[in-house]
């Protein structure tokens, strides 16, 4: 059990020095810096990690990552409260999704986790805004890469880093294959060109087009700013809006599942 812990625990602190890299000064790398996240959670849904640690451990893992965030952004110590608020109830978003691949897993996998998450922020975007400094989308916050953001929203950002990042769990780390010498080319290949189409959508056809910035976000929902009428303004988190009824339904149909078994 202590091998398979540390194993998990490598994992996570990989995880956490790639996502505070990307947010600093390398974007791109938030592509893949969830990916040994996704390992510690596949360790809690074979019950290699019993649900206390899992907790602990990605409570702490996001804990540590935001908290590099905010001190680096100059923010003070009082900062830690909200952090350590977002860290933990996120993993508890997250774990929901434990709740649904166990009793109605579907063909989605891990993917279905996209949902919770996007649900997640955007309930705390209505409910606790000044959480939103932690959202995923955050590390390409302004970029050009993502100007396909005006029509998706600020949490397409997040939704284009969650698939890339599943994407690349399933090339690097599923049964282990990084550790065993093996590299999948070819899915690695079609991964690579999944995650690269926003990109070649917002360098070559929309490169007239602004992105959608956390301070637009933020000025839609929290101070009722409305500058124009773009399809942002009219539509706004729509994708988070979304996940969060499809997660509501999603946990209603395991939990009836679950009782009529």
């Known amino acids: 059990m202590a091998g398979s812990l540390s194993r998990f625990v490598i994992m996570g602190v990989i995880s956490v020095m790639l996502v505070s890299i990307a947010?600093?000064?390398f974007p791109v790398l938030?592509?893949?810096?969830?990916?040994?996240?996704?390992?510690?959670?596949?360790?809690?849904?074979?019950?290699?990690?019993k649900p206390f640690t899992w907790l602990m451990l990605s409570g702490l893992m996001f804990s540590l990552v935001f908290i590099i965030w905010r001190i680096t952004a100059?923010?003070?110590?009082?900062?830690?409260?909200?952090?350590?608020?977002?860290s933990f109830t996120l993993t508890l978003a997250v774990s929901l999704f434990l709740i649904t691949d166990r009793f109605s897993r579907n063909r989605l996998g891990?993917?279905?986790?996209?949902?919770?998450?996007?649900?997640?922020?955007?309930?705390?975007?209505?409910?606790?805004?000044?959480?939103?400094?932690f959202f995923?989308?955050?590390?390409?916050?302004?970029?050009?890469?993502?100007?396909?953001?005006?029509?998706?929203?600020?949490?397409?950002?997040?939704?284009?880093?969650?698939?890339?990042?599943?994407?690349f769990y399933y090339v690097i780390f599923k049964g282990e294959a990084i550790f065993q010498g093996r590299i999948r080319w070819l899915s690695l290949s079609y991964t690579l060109i999944i995650i690269s189409i926003p990109v070649v959508i917002s360098v070559f056809f929309l490169q007239e087009t602004d992105p959608?910035?956390?301070?637009?976000?933020?000025?839609?929902?929290?101070?009722?700013?409305?500058?124009?009428?773009?399809?942002?303004?009219?539509?706004?988190?729509w994708l988070g809006r979304t996940a969060a009824w499809v997660s509501v339904l999603l946990l209603i149909y395991s939990l009836v599942k679950q009782r009529i078994k």
């Open 74 to 86: 100059g923010a003070g110590y009082d900062a830690i409260v909200s952090v350590l608020f977002y």
């Open 136 to 167: 995923l989308g955050n590390v390409f916050d302004g970029s050009s890469l993502v100007n396909w953001s005006r029509h998706t929203g600020f949490m397409g950002i997040t939704l284009w880093i969650l698939i890339a990042n599943l994407l």
């Open 110 to 133: 891990l993917f279905t986790i996209g949902f919770f998450w996007l649900g997640y922020d955007y309930l705390i975007l209505k409910l606790y805004p000044q959480c939103s400094v």
């Open 30 to 49: 938030g592509l893949i810096a969830l990916a040994p996240f996704f390992v510690v959670l596949k360790g809690a849904i074979d019950g290699e990690l």
């Open 212 to 237: 959608v910035t956390w301070h637009e976000m933020i000025g839609l929902y929290v101070r009722g700013e409305i500058k124009d009428t773009s399809e942002y303004t009219q539509r706004g988190e």
């Open 23 to 25: 947010k600093l000064c």
